[in-house]
């Protein structure tokens, strides 16, 4: 495939855009090349500036479920949009699709919706520490809750990839009251618990992570949060910006059959467009302004063409009784295949998956946390990534991400992927 155009076009944005990019991942640091320039895209794929299609696999980093174009949510935004585009005051649809959202989700009440999973997650940790009264929060290396500054502790992902493990500009302040734990690790848990009584307000945690390539809980994990939290008074916030209304109709919550004290959900609930929420019981959400002390406001939250989008987008997952179970049997399809063909090729890797969630580690080991992801070979993961975009397979440019199934992926375009996948294990 050629991609004279993209290289053009990286060349022009790198003249007026940091790195050429709005968001560092996609600058292909991880990976070596140039990026590409999507022109755009409908169901399973994308098609860039220069003509080529590809098999998409992260799927706007994972919202969309039904695929790329999906006609319910155009047609949404479409008519919405010449009724005008944004108010800055309240709107009925708003309260309609709030309900609709907690209908699907166990154990909230209340919702407010924001503009990007970064700021829901930033906002519930304010409300957390405004509810506990608490200063502290505990983290997981290798999870990523945004740029927000208490979150940019051993984040994984993109800041893996550069080899920053905290930003510039994030003060000795912001970092103290964040603590890190390792993801699985219940023991580190109940240590930090341990030397910081009656201090910590909230973990957060991504209930299946995706930021450092997709890793499931060990059995029991979520389970011992959930006991810790109740024995110290501290809330347990889920980050469920990728496994939202993906991995069940109500989340991980629903999945795992475990309560959060707050849900921060992403792009999904706004049907790609930029959104973003957090829910929790009324006695939690009721601390928010303006009934409560802990304030959140934002001009473009419940901004009416996400409001549009996100209401079609979860009326239709609401409705089809048979999604999730699409969605599993095509992503267990997949790797049935990736395992055979990889294994054939005698290929050092794991396959990590849960549900639609699925990633590749380049490590014959388990794993389970953020150091045994950084085990795998990255340089192994460079090739693998330019031998399937040769292929017209398109994954995440970096190591550390979860590959995202889309509905709208036939299992000719799995067995396409594997055939894919085939070729470029005889060059690795």
């Given amino acids: ?8 076009l990286f060349a022009d944005a790198e003249k007026v855009i940091p790195g050429g990019v709005n968001s560092p991942v996609r600058a292909f ?25 590809l098999i998409d696999y992260i799927n706007s980093w994972g919202p969309m479920i039904l695929g790329h174009a999906f006609e319910p949510v155009v047609n949404a935004v479409i008519e919405k949009a010449k009724k005008g585009t944004s108010f800055g005051m309240p709107t009925e649809l708003e309260t309609e699709i709030a309900k609709l959202a907690v209908s699907m ?28 009264k608490k200063d502290k929060i505990i983290k997981f290396s290798g999870c990523y809750h945004g740029h927000s500054d208490s979150f940019l502790i051993a984040a994984g992902s993109g800041l893996s990839t550069f080899g920053v493990p905290n930003s510039p500009g994030v003060t000795q302040g912001t970092a103290k009251d964040t603590l890190l734990a390792n993801y699985n690790d219940i023991d580190n848990v109940k240590a930090l618990f341990e030397a910081n009584k009656n201090e910590i307000a909230a973990i957060i945690i991504e209930p299946v992570a995706g930021n450092m390539g997709c890793i ?24 469920e910006v990728m496994t939202g209304f993906r991995l069940a109709k109500g989340g991980a919550q629903e999945l795992f059959n475990i309560k959060a004290d707050i849900v921060c959900f992403g792009k999904v609930i706004g049907g790609g467009l930029p959104v973003g929420a957090f829910a929790a019981r009324n006695e939690i959400m009721n601390f928010l302004a303006p009934i409560g002390p802990v304030y959140q406001a934002g001009t473009l939250s419940g901004n009416p063409l996400a409001m549009a ?4 987008m979860l009326e239709a997952l609401n409705k089809d009784t048979e999604i999730f179970i699409r969605l599993e049997e095509k992503t267990a399809y997949l790797e049935k295949g990736l395992n055979k063909v990889l294994n054939d090729n005698q290929i ?34 460079k090739k693998f990534f330019h031998g399937l975009l040769k292929e ?15 509905d709208a992926l036939t299992y000719e375009d799995l067995d396409f992927t594997i055939n894919a996948v085939s070729k470029v294990a005889k060059e690795l």
């Fill in 216 to 239: 499931p809980p060990k059995e029991g994990f979520l389970n011992s949060l959930r006991q810790i939290c109740d024995e110290n008074s501290a809330l347990l916030i889920f980050d």
């Fill in 309 to 312: 989008a996100g209401k079609a």
């Fill in 105 to 132: 989700v166990p154990n909230i009440d209340k919702i407010r919706f924001v503009n990007s999973g970064t700021e829901a997650c930033m906002s519930a940790i304010r409300l957390a520490r405004g509810y506990t």
């Fill in 1 to 8: 495939m050629l991609y004279q155009r993209s290289s053009q």
């Fill in 348 to 381: 050092d890797f794991t396959i990590n998956r849960v549900g639609s969630m699925i990633s590749v580690h380049f490590d014959k080991n388990p794993v389970v946390d953020f150091q045994t992801a950084k085990n795998g070979d990255n340089e192994t993961f």
């Fill in 29 to 53: 640091k991880g990976v070596g090349g140039t990026p590409i320039f999507v022109k755009e895209a409908k169901g399973a794929y994308l098609f860039d500036e220069d003509n080529n299609r």
């Fill in 392 to 406: 017209g397979v398109y994954i995440a440019p970096s190591a550390y991400e979860t590959w995202f199934i889309t």
